[in-house]
């Protein structure tokens, strides 16, 4: 009985994670012009990594941390000739297993500790948001220390990551739901 609900919960947290891609996607898209016309970037920091997902995609943090897998396994120079369409491909993939697996892991978490779904997972979406890009990221190198990125990326990048902790755990409510 617990392993078909261990199961369950890995369904509705793949569901839930390709709801939550799509929901973060929409979002950064339309936060980042929006609050870079209200919150203008200072000069050249755009230029910064993990400043600008619609003009430097090879500078966020899954495309340099997909160099660095690459040339941890296959040497510097692999990770160098890495062409624009096996860069993009590597770096979707990590960016899909991180959004994939967050979602899997809150459906189990939270069957398990409903306190875990305070504020309808927007609490998960900016712990998601503090830990990686507050935290880990920078400290990996594969992207900038968060004070010195555009005060606007605070709202795309930070807004983006509350509603796809929002969507994730509507989604997961919604399938727990029609699955009892």
């Given amino acids: 009985m617990a392993s078909s609900k261990i199961l369950t919960d ?9 709801a939550g891609t799509q929901v973060k996607a929409w979002a ?9 016309r209200k919150l203008p970037p200072e ?7 993990g400043a600008d997902p619609e003009g430097h995609g090879e500078r966020m943090p899954p495309s340099l941390l997909f ?4 040339a941890a396994r296959k040497g510097q120079a692999a990770a160098g000739a ?13 960016h899909r297993l991180m ?28 712990a998601l948001f503090g830990a990686f890009h507050g935290s880990a990221l920078p400290a990996m190198g594969v992207q900038a220390p968060v004070g010195r990125l555009p005060r606007a990326w605070w709202v795309w990048e930070g807004g983006s990551h ?3 902790g929002v969507a994730v755990d509507s989604v997961v409510d919604l399938l727990r739901r029609v699955t009892r």
């Fill in 99 to 126: 959004a994939y697996g967050y979602p899997v892991f809150y459906a189990v978490l939270t069957r398990r500790v409903p306190l875990a779904r305070a504020a309808g997972g927007a609490v998960g979406g900016a």
């Fill in 82 to 94: 890495l062409d624009d369409d096996e860069l993009e491909a590597g770096a979707q993939w990590l």
């Fill in 162 to 164: 509350v509603l796809y």
């Fill in 28 to 36: 950064e898209s339309s936060l980042q012009p929006w609050a870079e």
């Fill in 43 to 49: 000069p050249g920091q755009k230029e910064l990594d």
């Fill in 10 to 18: 890995v369904a509705v947290g793949l569901a839930a994670g390709w």
């Fill in 67 to 70: 160099r660095k897998v690459v």
